[in-house]
């Protein structure tokens, strides 16, 4: 991860699919059958585990860290993974471990932030657009491009040299990012979604275009959201790290992965632990909710449950 | 016809859907005239089938009589109010009097939505029975009028067969007490048994509730049978209309007579005697109609003014049935050549 870019917004390749009219159609409700799906898959189902896990060390974190993630202990300085010190210590004598559950809490965090900031922001903008049509239809997504076209590390440490570090700024910088991917996203499934004969069945009946977007359109038009939440989780814990690395994400001595594998990179040849458990969690968090989002991509694309689930139109 | 029989009128209703060439400007080059010039009444509490070839523009007509697109010109009258520029609100109202039954049994029930959601929803839209249980009864009521088991409403579509789920269609239609129900190709999409049960259901119901029904469909013969009063569509035109009995035994519009030709007669001395015209070619494009007549590029009969005037609806044959045809006398409105000219008044 030297150098470190920050990855490039990602689109899911089921966001264009999704947007055909006829996938809505024999798409099913429930969450129950969902989940039992998504439990039959057996990659999502360990990566949603792990996933859970390393949620649950987020939210438990100071139970579970053995120490203070900043206590210093000049003289345990550097010590290699041992029973004491499972992940051995930095160059401070702070326990590695302790910082990595401690450092969960942070990349999550920031992660959650900006994927829900781009989700809200993203997804409206979408819905708007993409039900709309004409000129709020234009006038959105051409902004959307502009965004989208200015490079993503060169956007962030723009939106950070502007509001300062700290983690709800990384947060927020790494939402605008991926605010156009989610806008993207969404408005191709509800292009598909606003076609639907029961769209118009409602307006028939006199629903208004709030009760229309709300109850008809953002559900139907939901997967693809989902699938790209999970994805886009993965980016920005991924983002948040390599900001963190440039120095403009989470400041010392406060514990994030991108941070400490940053710290740990003037010690790779002596003591190769500081980078590399760090290293290790900002992998297996990334590999999992792509895992996720490739599980549930399966799950959601209704011609895939159709398969499954065998019942046909 | 006294006025007040009338429910809904539409007068040189257009509906006109503009042809953008792509790129950042969007001129507008063309327009597809879904409905072009109807004129149509509707009387309270019949039942009129709406035929014609697919792609002539009937669902669009219906559409654009509940005003659920939005005509290009003309106007449409419902119930003696003129529906084109309704507000708000009173498009509401609107739509509670005034519902519509679809073609496509599947793709018109929202899939993530129970049967209670859907047959609620008009009822939430219009604030009807509004307590929880008041509503659960209505909801039932609504179930069994339309010969569904109340039991099921907290199923989702995909538990139910076609004909069921146009059964939901329909409760749904009638959640508002609707005076007027725009039925498009409402049995079409279902199989041959169901669509009799489905079709006699909406009879009933039209007998029990007073509903004037709009029954659009692309088979003449299907109509036939279950409407008072049939209207011809040509390529966005209502070319005839009258009474079913007369327009399905003594079509006045060369149009309406191929229709019917292609359709088997039961009694062997009337098939004889039935003259058959076999249509030429294939309809034009709804872009690019034919001046004069628009029947008239496949019509046997056509003759010197069928490209040069008009032709409007003039009584011939039965009393009340209108037909547009030059055969019947040159009546109609001339075509204006040349299109630098000022567009002039009538
Ligand atoms: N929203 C639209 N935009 C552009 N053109 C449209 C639109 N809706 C309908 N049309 C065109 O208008 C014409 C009439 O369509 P309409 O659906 O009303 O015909 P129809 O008689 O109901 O046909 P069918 O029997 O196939 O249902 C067709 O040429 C169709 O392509
Ligand atoms: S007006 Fe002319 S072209 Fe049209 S139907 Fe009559 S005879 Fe045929
Ligand atoms: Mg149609």
New interface residues.
């Given amino acids: 991860m030297t150098g470190a870019p920050l990855p490039e917004p990602a689109v899911s390749p089921t966001a264009t699919e999704a947007g055909v009219p006829s996938t809505a159609r024999t798409s099913r409700p429930r969450w129950r059958e969902t989940l039992v799906l998504l439990a039959r898959n057996p990659t999502a189902a360990v990566a949603a585990t792990v996933l859970l896990l390393i949620a649950l060390m987020a939210v438990f974190d100071e139970t579970l860290a053995p120490s203070g993630p900043n206590e210093i202990a000049v003289e345990d300085r550097l010590q290699p993974p041992s029973l004491e010190h499972p992940f051995g210590t930095d160059d401070l004598g702070r326990d590695i471990l302790s910082r990595v559950v401690l450092g969960a809490a942070v990349s999550l965090r920031v992660g959650f932030l900006a994927v829900a900031f781009a989700l809200v922001v993203g997804a409206l903008i979408g819905l708007l657009a993409g039900f709309y049509g004409c000129w709020v239809d234009d006038v959105l997504m051409r902004f959307m491009d502009i965004l989208f076209a200015f490079p993503a590390v060169l956007l962030a440490i723009a939106v950070l040299a502007v509001r300062g570090p700290g983690s709800g700024n990384t947060a927020l910088a790494i939402g605008i990012v991926y605010v156009p991917v989610f806008a993207r996203v969404t408005r191709a499934s509800v292009l598909g979604v606003r076609e639907e004969v029961y769209v118009r069945a409602s307006r028939s009946v006199g629903a208004s275009d709030w009760r229309l977007l709300t109850r008809h359109v953002l559900p139907n038009a939901a997967p693809p959201i989902i699938v790209q939440t999970s994805v886009s989780l993965a980016f920005a814990v991924l983002a948040e790290a390599a900001l963190s690395f440039l120095g403009l994400g989470t400041q010392p001595p406060n514990p994030s992965w991108g941070l400490m594998l940053a710290e740990g990179r003037g010690f790779i040849d002596l003591a190769w632990w500081l980078a590399f458990f760090p290293g290790m969690a900002i992998f297996l968090t990334v590999l999992c909710f792509n895992l996720l989002g490739d599980g549930l991509r399966d799950v959601l694309d209704p011609r895939q449950r159709t398969l499954m689930a065998g019942s046909g139109r | 016809m006294a006025d007040d029989d009338v429910l809904v009128s539409a007068r040189g209703l257009e509906v006109h859907f503009p042809i953008r060439s792509g790129g950042m400007l969007r001129r507008t080059t063309g327009a597809v005239r879904a409905v072009d010039g109807v004129d149509l009444d509707i009387r309270r509490g019949e039942t009129l089938g709406l035929v014609g070839e697919s792609g002539c523009g009937k669902s669009t007509l219906g559409n654009a009589l509940?005003r659920?697109v939005v005509p290009t010109g003309g106007s449409v009258t419902f119930d003696g109010t003129d529906v084109t520029g309704l507000d708000r609100r009173a498009?509401?109202a609107l739509?509670?009097r005034a519902?519509?039954v679809?073609q496509?049994p599947?793709?018109?029930?929202?899939?993530?939505?129970t049967v209670r959601q859907t047959v609620s929803?008009?009822l939430e839209?219009?604030g009807l029975r509004s307590g929880r249980r008041e509503r659960g009864e209505r909801i039932a009521e609504l179930l069994e009028l339309v010969g569904l088991d109340p039991a099921v409403a907290d199923r989702?579509p995909?538990e139910f067969s076609g004909g069921q789920r146009q059964r939901v269609?329909i409760a749904?239609?009638l959640?508002?007490e609707p005076d007027f129900l725009v039925c498009d190709e409402a049995i079409a999409s279902l199989d041959v048994s169901v669509q009799a049960q489905v079709l006699n259901l909406l009879r009933r119901l039209q007998r029990r509730l007073g509903l004037t029904l709009l029954f659009i469909s692309h088979d003449l013969s299907a109509v036939r049978h279950v409407s008072d009063r049939i209207a011809v569509m040509y390529l966005g035109r209502v070319v005839e209309v009258g009474p079913a009995a007369a327009v399905g035994a003594d079509p006045q519009m060369p149009y309406t007579q191929a229709l019917l030709s292609a359709v088997p007669v039961p009694h062997p001395s009337l098939e004889r005697t039935r003259q058959r015209i076999v249509l030429r070619g294939d309809v034009p494009s709804p872009a690019a109609v034919p001046s004069g007549c628009r029947f008239r590029t496949r019509c046997p009969y056509a003759f010197e003014p069928c490209p040069d005037v008009d032709p409007a609806l003039q009584p011939v044959g039965a009393p009340g049935q209108l037909a547009a045809c030059h055969l019947h006398g040159v009546v109609g409105r001339p075509v204006r050549r040349a299109e630098e000219a000022v567009p002039a008044a009538e």
């Fill in positions: 509940l659920l498009l509401r739509r509670r519902g519509m679809f496509d599947f793709a018109s029930l929202d899939p993530r939505r929803e008009p839209v219009h989702y995909h269609g749904r239609a959640a508002g």
